[in-house]
């Protein structure tokens, strides 16, 4: 079906009469016969068929005036049903259609009883449960500020908001060490997190007698350690347990697609948390590779922004500690402290061997995570870690 | 002499054809709502475009003005891409994104259309300038106006060139109106190639309707700029057969004049150096049936992609 | 960041190491060249292509004539066509008249053409009130440039910032505007002895700080380090200077991580206060830190006016040490 059109006939002209049909209904036409006779103000047009059929029906007869672009006839074969068709390359206006804005719009948070606050100064109140209504602001026009919220916090509670400390004591040879940028963002993040997140902790013991000896055997270069293979193991883990996998959010959790895990590295002054990206999708070698450029460009300052980490391993292993509980690094849902592998006595079966072990803990959020989910994940780590083998058959496959 | 050479007009006689015809099935597809936008035919002027791309090597670089379909074509460019694009379609040569006054094609040396009056002589100086630096051995044909003339950039950038010398050849499709100003009303002087003169460049007129006069005069003025005579200016006299663009039925442009410069057609005046009629009849229907395949291709070629195109542009 | 080393770097005027930029540039790629009014025989009004004529001859260090709308159109043509032009419009007010090469040609032929090719070009140009130049030699015009689609911004604050993002402008496949200040080329600052590339669109923290954010760059960046230290010595405020070197494109997520740390943020801009970047940024903060500012975005600039002769006057019409002084007090309710 081929609409026949009032012809485009200048810009700002909008209407066109029909002066003459040169053909009737039932006129069989080839692609490129005149058809009719147009008229503007300016000028007069012929209107030519775009392609070849039988002149089915005219819609607008000699004399009268069609809208430019509008369809005043119809080519088709005999029989078919005649149905408005759009013209292709004559879009609505792109500021007609609703393009999706692109960021989330943020809900408004109301104040009550119409006190102005700013926006630092309403969000620390939450944080810190403090009426609003209850406080006079210092800021212009009696708005709320921050500090506002801090002292009626301090004055409220008689404890001290994690916030506004107690001032150290300065005197003699003291050396006073203000924070440095990273010293800063750490303070406020684990306090934040301390305050804010709900821990519960986890501990499992795990064999790694198997898993010390598979690494020796496979020899690769860089060599691997065992914290390649608590990667690996962790990466398919989360892969089993998706909801360990996630940011969690003050209204919603976030099922991350990709599998990144960070690793607390010690720095100059704090720590950093570089993350291995995709670290599903890599063999055992491919994550040792990763892991010594991570460390490197942390050591070096430089942390990639993206992509965030959705898991953090933190290891005190190197230093002989045997168990720790960790700070979970908001907004991911859990964190993973590795304690020092070491030879154990341990009962099986009713005798004492002697196996190499370890002690992990898990702590997780309790608004997006629970017991059973924490323990299950846990169970599955130490499953692909008592069976090393299978990290190496499942190797860079996520699952 | 080129008028004895029937492979030579055979090849001229198929560019000025196609050119004509597929400026006419331009008009017909904006008239059907297929093309936005604006469209300046090269009804007329068609001798111009065919006789100088065709004295060129793949080398060279061409620039076009907002009238470019005919320099376009001349220059190699293919039917069913340059509808695709004129038609805002992805398999254009410019990903739909250009249309009618953009459409370019680096890759066979067409650095494109120009919907800004003058702007392109600049930038073919530039295309030259760095042939030059390069040690290479191309020029560079910019395509102007008798509108352009009157704009800064062409005394600037003739100058240039000059100091310069560049391999650049400006030629100056003088149609004898810009928009609907005729150009007795907007220059003392109506034979624009003395104003090279002024710049000591080396500038002469052409019959602009006469395929083998424009051919034989380019080809000449290629050889010279390769031998590091540049610049060379030609004004190549003509006339548009309709208004500036396709709503501007051309009310201002006198009647006697259009009959008088019809009379002359460039195809006309071709077919009539060729022996042989048959040919010119068979390359017609050829280019008939290849038009008929492009409208075809843009019709069923499909939209860009919005999302596409955001993620790529959008920064 | 990273601190320029003190046994690894010497001291460097601003102009000295665009000079090195451009040198280093044109050993390394034959494609690139600079053209411009002066700035082959003479060096340059700021000596800034001193000596490039000597080394890489005529062809690559051109001269031309006053003709500002086809010296940039033919480095436009020069670029499409394989070449990586520096051309230098000697103050931002003659830009005006390139507008066409710079906005229709350069910054859409990428689009226009579908890709098939793009435009290497740097234009160089310096603006900025400098010692009684007037109205027209002295205007801070990246506003308009920040707003054209296709076009990169730049605007060094420093001798080592200037050579290292010199180098990356010349080797970016777009075109790229890289926006001097008169009064900067005399300035001094270390610069690694090695070569160095910063890539563009990252800022730099010029100084950290923990009570408010100051966004400033070009010759904003002196007087808002000078504003910071009297703030700390006089009133007990740490101001983090934050330098987004390139504007376009920004660095987002630098400037609305320092904000949100900080909770307080005053933009100074030479320029003249209406429809500038800052107030474009201003916005950008708004929408993405919003939850953490303590106070409303101050904006520190140019007054609206063309910049008078007159010395006192002229100095009255943009922000001084002490009106971003002013600004951050007001923000941190000090």
Redesign the interface.
């Known amino acids: 079906m081929i609409a026949v ?1 009032m ?5 700002n ?1 909008t209407t066109g009469i029909l002066l003459e049909w040169s053909i009737v209904e039932g006129d069989r036409v080839q ?1 490129g016969d005149v058809l009719a006779v147009v008229e503007s103000e ?2 007069a ?1 012929e ?2 068929a ?1 392609g070849s059929g039988v002149l089915l029906r005219i819609d607008c007869p000699a004399g009268q005036q069609a809208q430019v ?1 509008d369809a005043i006839a119809w080519i088709g074969e005999p029989g078919e049903s005649i149905a408005a068709t759009p ?4 879009e609505a206006p792109l500021f007609g259609v609703d393009l999706a804005p692109r960021m989330a719009p943020r809900t408004a948070t109301a104040t009550s009883a119409g006190h102005a606050a700013s926006p630092s100064a309403r969000r620390v109140a939450r944080q810190l449960l403090v009426d609003l209504t209850r406080i006079r602001g210092t800021g212009p026009g009696g708005r709320i500020i921050k500090r506002d919220v801090l002292s009626a916090a301090l004055a409220e509670s008689g404890a001290t908001p994690v916030m506004v400390g107690i001032e150290p004591v300065v005197e003699g040879r003291d050396r006073v060490e203000p924070h440095g940028r990273l010293r800063a963002a750490i303070a406020e993040r684990m306090s934040l997190s301390a305050r804010s997140v709900p821990h519960f902790y986890l501990f499992i013991d795990v064999d790694v007698t198997d898993a010390q000896q598979l690494r020796t055997k496979l020899g690769a270069d860089p060599a691997l350690s065992l914290t390649d293979l608590i990667v690996a193991a962790t990466a398919r883990s989360l892969r089993q347990h998706e909801r360990l996998n996630a940011h969690v959010g003050e209204r919603e959790i976030v099922l991350k697609a990709g599998c990144h895990i960070g690793l607390a590295v010690a720095v100059d002054g704090g720590i950093l948390v570089p993350a291995l990206a995709d670290a599903d999708r890599h063999s055992l070698p491919e994550l040792a590779a990763l892991r010594h450029q991570a460390i490197d460009a942390a050591r070096a300052g430089v942390v990639a922004q993206k992509p965030s980490p959705t898991f953090t391993i933190t290891s005190l292993a190197g230093y002989g500690v045997e168990r720790f509980l960790p700070i979970i690094n908001p907004p991911e849902c859990a964190i993973l402290a590795v304690g020092r592998s070491g030879e154990r006595v341990i009962a099986v079966a009713g005798a004492a061997v002697v196996r190499e072990q370890m002690t992990l803990c898990l702590a997780c959020d309790h608004r997006a995570v629970d017991g059973a989910g924490a323990a299950a994940f846990l169970q599955s780590l130490k499953g692909w870690l008592e069976e090393p083998a299978r990290l190496i058959d499942n190797d860079g496959e996520g699952e | 002499m080129s008028t004895s050479d029937p492979e030579l007009l055979a090849r001229l006689y198929r560019t000025l054809y196609g050119i004509r015809r597929f400026e006419e099935t331009c008009i ?1 597809l ?7 936008g604006y469209l300046h035919p090269y009804l007329g002027e068609e001798a111009i475009a065919t006789g100088v791309c065709a004295a060129l090597g793949t080398e060279d ?1 061409i ?1 076009s003005t907002h009238r470019g379909h005919g320099h376009c074509l001349a220059r190699g460019g293919r039917f069913d891409r340059m509808l695709a ?1 004129i ?2 379609k992805a398999t ?7 249309g009618s006054m ?1 459409i ?4 066979t040396g067409n ?2 259309a ?3 009056v003058g ?1 392109g ?14 040690g290479e051995d191309r020029v560079c044909i910019v395509f102007s106006s008798d509108g352009a003339a009157n704009h ?2 062409f005394g ?2 003739l ?2 060139a000059a ?2 010398n560049l391999p650049l050849l400006l030629v100056v499709e003088n149609n004898q109106f810009a928009v609907s100003t005729p150009i007795d009303k907007s220059s003392r002087v109506v034979d624009l190639f003395h104003r090279g003169e002024g710049y000591g460049v080396d500038s002469l007129a052409v019959d602009g309707n006469d395929v083998l006069a424009v051919y034989d005069c380019a080809t000449d003025a290629r050889r010279r700029l390769l031998a590091g005579e540049g610049p060379i200016l030609i004004e190549a006299k003509t006339y548009r057969h309709a208004g500036h663009h396709v ?1 501007d ?1 051309g ?1 201002y442009m006198p009647q006697d004049q259009v009959e008088l410069y019809k009379g002359r057609d460039p195809l006309t005046l071709c077919r009539r150096h060729m022996a042989d009629d048959r040919r010119a009849d068979l390359i017609q229907n050829e280019v008939d049936a290849d038009i ?1 395949a492009a409208i075809d291709f843009a ?1 069923d070629s499909p939209e860009p992609d919005v999302d596409a195109f955001l993620q ?4 | 960041m990273t601190d320029a080393n003190e046994s690894e770097s010497r001291t460097l005027l601003f102009r000295d190491g665009l000079n090195e930029a451009l040198r280093q540039e044109m050993a390394r790629d034959e ?1 690139v ?1 600079c053209i411009g009014v002066g700035i082959a025989e003479r060096g340059g009004s700021y000596k800034v292509t001193d000596g490039l004529l000597a080394e890489f001859g005529p ?2 260090c ?1 001269d ?2 006053i ?1 500002e ?15 990586r ?1 520096v051309v230098e419009i000697l103050f931002v007010d003659f830009t005006l008249l390139t507008m ?2 710079i906005v ?2 350069a910054a ?2 990428r ?7 793009s435009v290497p070009m740097v234009l160089r140009t310096q603006g900025g009130v400098g010692d009684g130049v007037a109205a027209q030699h002295s205007q801070s015009l990246e506003g308009l440039f920040y707003h054209i ?1 296709g076009l990169k911004l730049v605007m060094p604050s420093t001798p080592r910032d200037a050579r290292a993002l010199l180098v990356s402008a010349i080797r970016d496949d777009e075109p790229v505007v890289f926006l001097e200040h008169k009064l900067l080329y005399m300035t001094e600052g270390l610069v690694p002895k090695e070569e160095e590339v910063i890539p563009l669109g990252v800022a730099d923290i010029k100084r950290a700080g923990r009570d408010c954010t100051l966004i400033a760059w070009s010759n904003m960046i002196p007087r808002s380090l000078a504003a910071a230290a009297e703030l700390a010595a006089t009133h007990g405020i740490d101001v983090e200077v934050l330098d987004p070197r390139t504007l376009v ?1 920004l660095d987002r997520q630098a400037i609305v991580e320092s904000v949100c740390r900080t909770e307080h943020v005053v933009i100074v801009q030479e320029a003249v206060r209406r429809g500038g970047v800052a107030a474009d940024i201003a916005s950008i903060i708004q929408a993405d830190a919003f939850d953490y500012l303590d106070a409303p975005v101050e904006i520190v600039a140019g007054r609206n006016t063309p910049i008078p002769y007159n010395r006192a006057l002229e100095q009255a019409c943009i922000p001084q040490t002490d009106d971003i002084i002013a600004a951050v007090r007001r923000a941190v309710y000090s």
């Open positions: 059109r012809p485009q006939v200048g810009e002209l692609r300016k000028a047009f209107v030519t775009e672009l013209i292709a390359g004559v | 017909q904006y008239r059907q709502g297929h093309i936005r670089y620039v694009e038609t805002g254009g040569y410019c990903g739909g994104l250009g953009h370019a094609d680096p890759d650095l494109g120009n919907g800004i702007a002589i600049p930038i073919g100086v530039g295309a030259a300038l760095g042939a030059t630096i390069r800064g950039t600037e950038a100058n240039l100091i310069w709503n039925p009310t008929e019709h790529e542009y959008d920064r | 494609s060249f062809k690559r051109i031309t004539p003709a709308p086809s010296i940039v159109g033919a480095a436009v043509g020069a670029a499409i066509t394989g070449m032009p066409d090469q229709n040609q859409k032929y689009l226009m053409s579908g890709g098939a090719r689609p494109p």
